[in-house]
């Protein structure tokens, strides 16, 4: 039972290099949780902490919601990227595209670009996209919302794998699929079936086993 003292948890990434693990806490930043499993201020006063994730080396990646619009089911926003090393010290800021509208993950790749995910039923557009360190999308799949061969539904989630392969929880469509680390399409892995309520909304990889669940 963890006892966090927040009202809203964002998400959660856990490091076994720093032996942490940290809980965005939405508007009231990053936490750490200590070893009696209670949150303790991390980061604080960075906005709105979306998803959160660690790169393997324990640099923490925080996807960070910015120029919110509307309300309720027509609320839109756009994102930033701020990474910081395993002590809180900001190492970067990205400024994520304009057209990166309603993003929902990101994760650092080895080559130090980002990979990220955008893109619900108040969207045109539903992709995973490789963005540089310059703000510049390089490689992306999907494009408008859809079911169709190349498109994505609210990719809600993603993970890479030991390949820097991308998994993609493709929630709206109810299954996950597999790119490459160029972001083609290898294979779709899971499907469920379209009259079921059941979809994927978040993945977890384990390295040691090889093997992927499904939440």
Request: glycine share 10%.
């Amino acid at each position: 039972d963890i006892h966090t003292g927040l009202e809203v948890i964002m998400d959660m990434a856990s490091c076994s290099t720093n032996n942490s693990v940290y809980v965005a806490g939405g508007g009231h930043g990053v936490y750490r949780l200590t070893k009696d499993d209670r949150a303790a201020p991390w980061l604080g006063n960075v906005g709105l902490v979306m998803k959160i994730s660690v790169t393997p080396d324990g640099r923490v990646v925080t996807l960070i919601a910015t120029d919110g619009r509307g309300s309720g089911d027509n609320t839109t926003w756009h994102g930033k990227v701020e990474v910081y090393s395993p002590r809180g010290m900001k190492l970067t800021i990205l400024k994520l595209p304009h057209d990166i509208v309603n993003p929902y993950h990101a994760v650092q790749t080895n080559n130090k670009s980002f990979i990220i995910s955008h893109g619900d039923d108040r969207t045109e557009l539903s992709r995973v996209c490789e963005v540089n360190n310059e703000g510049i999308i390089v490689a992306s799949y999907g494009g408008r919302r859809g079911s169709g061969l190349g498109q994505l539904y609210a990719p809600a989630h993603f993970i890479l794998d030991d390949k820097q392969r991308v998994l993609v929880a493709d929630t709206l469509n109810q299954r996950v699929v597999l790119l490459d680390r160029k972001l083609n399409i290898q294979r779709v892995l899971l499907q469920w079936s379209a009259q079921g309520e059941d979809a994927p909304y978040r993945l977890l990889y384990d390295s040691d086993t090889s093997q992927l669940m499904v939440g």
